[in-house]
């Protein structure tokens, strides 16, 4: 790993080493030569030091194999202007391989080993419910990209996190129900549900079953919810339970490798004609789709499928959209503008806060995130202000990230579509129903 000057980037990611070439100019700002590579350890020294912790491999990896990339991109940003707190930043990158089990070791060698301050992550709800006891039993801030379950909410109401845990994506009691209110502007009135058996799944099934009832809805399979565990292989008969009760549509929240194993399995059994496919952020990608198959005419097999995602609308979205494409030459996927908030915020907070701690983080990421301050969305500019000591209200690329007390957002969604040639498109944006 480089051993630099203060305006180095210092990066480690999963499974080998990113380093930045020297004189390299990375979006208009000329980053300096610097020291030859140690590949043993981490640099030493009192810099800040952050971590991610999501899916580059497993069930999740589709969407979560730029995740890592985008906050590298943060931190190349914010170490080209200066750093945090006079230092460098150092980020170390996870794979939690969308498995508890396999999060909670990463995040044990992150915390107690590595020692971050913070932690981007993680994506799916499940490693996050796994990995906040960690965090927050370390003090080390987790701020997921991505981690919907309501159960999150929940449990800081319970003070379980003590300040220890935010979100850049806003929780499943609004997707839900925002997909509540697309099956209803889509004419359904008779809905079946089929989730993955995780706080994912059950917390969006709860919430989008008394969502859609509280618009008038009837959910077929209420009283005999289907619910396929993580990782099963075989899924005929959770696709004959949820498509064949004769619903005119089905709420299926998946994630992509058993997801694709359970529709593929209810198109096989001819159970998906003339049935509305409604589909959630767990399975926004092409490869998801592409997992899933074609008709032998050449169609997807999914084609018409309809789906809600948190939408990225911030202030900063054109800005971080221009340097996303120049630095990687690649579309702005799902949760990716989340992910690269989250590591701005953490890095201003630790500004904010004089210190590179997670309590001090903690302390501090409100008060960036939110009002009253000077609304700001580049992340150089505002390291600045706070240098400066002056208030901010960071204004992200994903939204305006202003968390509340118990590490929430709030956001609308877009309405994606599955076309026939396997596809998405984003064809409308939704509101969460009252």
Same mark, same amino acid.
């Given at each position: 790993?480089?051993?630099?000057?203060?305006?180095?980037? *210092?990066?480690?990611?999963?499974?080998?080493?990113?380093?930045?070439?020297?004189? /390299?100019?990375?979006?208009?700002?000329? *980053?300096?030569?610097?020291?030859?590579?140690?590949?043993?350890?981490?640099?030493?020294?009192?810099?800040?030091?952050?971590?991610?912790?999501?899916?580059?491999?497993?069930?999740?990896?589709?969407?979560?194999?730029?995740?890592?990339?985008?906050? !590298?991109?943060?931190?190349?940003? *914010?170490?080209? %202007?200066?750093?945090?707190?006079?230092?460098?930043?150092?980020?170390?990158?996870?794979?939690?391989?969308? !498995?508890?089990?396999?999060?909670? @070791?990463?995040?044990?060698?992150?915390?107690?080993?590595?020692?971050?301050?913070?932690?981007? #992550?993680?994506?799916?709800?499940?490693?996050? @419910?796994?990995?906040?006891? =960690?965090? $927050?039993?370390?003090?080390?801030?987790?701020?997921?990209?991505?981690?919907?379950?309501?159960?999150?909410?929940?449990?800081?109401?319970?003070?379980?996190?003590?300040?220890?845990?935010?979100?850049?994506?806003?929780?499943?009691?609004?997707?839900?129900?925002?997909?509540?209110?697309?099956?209803?502007?889509?004419?359904?009135?008779?809905?079946?549900?089929?989730? *993955?058996?995780?706080?994912?799944?059950?917390?969006?099934?709860?919430?989008?079953?008394?969502?859609?009832?509280?618009?008038?809805?009837?959910?077929?399979?209420?009283?005999?919810?289907?619910?396929?565990?993580?990782?099963?292989?075989? &899924?005929?008969?959770?696709?004959?339970?949820?498509?064949?009760?004769? $619903?005119?549509?089905?709420?299926?929240?998946?994630?992509?490798?058993?997801? @694709?194993?359970?529709?593929?399995?209810?198109?096989?059994?001819?159970?998906?004609?003339?049935?509305?496919?409604?589909?959630?952020? #767990?399975?926004?990608?092409?490869?998801?789709?592409?997992?899933?198959?074609?008709?032998?005419?050449?169609?997807?097999? =999914? $084609?018409?499928? &309809?789906?809600?995602?948190?939408? $990225?609308?911030?202030?900063?979205?054109?800005?971080?959209?221009?340097?996303?494409?120049?630095?990687?030459?690649?579309?702005?996927?799902?949760?990716?503008?989340?992910?690269?908030?989250?590591?701005?915020?953490?890095? &201003? +907070?630790?500004?904010? +806060?004089?210190?590179?701690?997670?309590?001090?983080?903690?302390?501090?990421?409100?008060?960036?995130?939110?009002?009253?301050? /000077?609304?700001?969305?580049?992340? %150089?500019?505002?390291?600045?202000?706070?240098?400066?000591?002056? !208030?901010?209200?960071?204004?992200?690329?994903?939204? !305006?990230?202003?968390?509340?007390?118990?590490?929430?957002?709030?956001?609308?969604?877009?309405?994606?579509?599955?076309?026939?040639?396997?596809?998405?498109?984003?064809?409308?944006?939704?509101?969460?129903?009252?």
């Amino acid at each position: 790993m480089k051993q630099s000057s203060q305006r180095s980037v *210092i990066l480690l990611m999963t499974g080998g080493l990113l380093i930045a070439s020297p004189n /390299v100019a990375l979006n208009n700002i000329n *980053i300096p030569a610097t020291s030859p590579i140690n590949t043993g350890t981490i640099a030493a020294g009192n810099g800040l030091k952050l971590g991610t912790l999501v899916p580059t491999t497993g069930d999740l990896s589709s969407i979560g194999q730029n995740m890592p990339v985008a906050a !590298d991109l943060a931190v190349e940003t *914010i170490n080209a %202007c200066g750093g945090v707190n006079g230092a460098p930043v150092t980020l170390i990158n996870e794979d939690d391989q969308t !498995d508890p089990a396999a999060g909670a @070791s990463a995040m044990t060698k992150l915390t107690e080993v590595d020692r971050v301050a913070g932690v981007v #992550g993680s994506f799916a709800s499940s490693v996050s @419910s796994a990995a906040v006891e =960690i965090a $927050a039993r370390n003090q080390v801030m987790l701020v997921s990209p991505g981690s919907t379950s309501p159960v999150f909410t929940e449990r800081a109401r319970n003070g379980e996190f003590n300040g220890f845990w935010a979100r850049t994506a806003p929780p499943d009691t609004y997707q839900a129900k925002a997909l509540a209110a697309l099956a209803k502007k889509q004419g359904l009135n008779n809905v079946s549900t089929v989730v *993955i058996n995780n706080d994912y799944g059950v917390g969006f099934e709860q919430q989008f079953v008394t969502s859609f009832e509280n618009l008038g809805g009837t959910i077929v399979n209420r009283d005999q919810p289907v619910r396929h565990e993580p990782k099963a292989t075989t &899924l005929d008969t959770e696709a004959a339970a949820a498509f064949g009760g004769g $619903a005119e549509g089905v709420a299926a929240i998946l994630y992509a490798e058993t997801g @694709s194993i359970l529709l593929q399995s209810a198109f096989k059994q001819g159970l998906t004609e003339n049935v509305t496919i409604l589909l959630t952020d #767990g399975v926004y990608s092409p490869e998801f789709v592409e997992q899933v198959g074609k008709t032998p005419e050449g169609k997807s097999i =999914i $084609a018409g499928a &309809l789906g809600t995602v948190p939408a $990225a609308s911030g202030v900063g979205l054109d800005a971080f959209t221009t340097l996303w494409q120049n630095s990687t030459g690649k579309q702005v996927t799902a949760y990716v503008p989340h992910t690269w908030d989250a590591a701005v915020l953490l890095m &201003l +907070a630790a500004e904010a +806060a004089k210190a590179n701690t997670g309590e001090g983080i903690s302390s501090k990421i409100r008060e960036v995130a939110n009002a009253p301050g /000077v609304e700001v969305s580049d992340p %150089c500019e505002a390291m600045e202000l706070v240098r400066q000591g002056q !208030d901010i209200n960071y204004q992200g690329a994903s939204g !305006d990230v202003d968390i509340d007390e118990y590490g929430d957002v709030v956001g609308n969604y877009d309405v994606w579509r599955v076309n026939e040639d396997g596809s998405l498109e984003v064809i409308d944006t939704v509101a969460p129903a009252e």
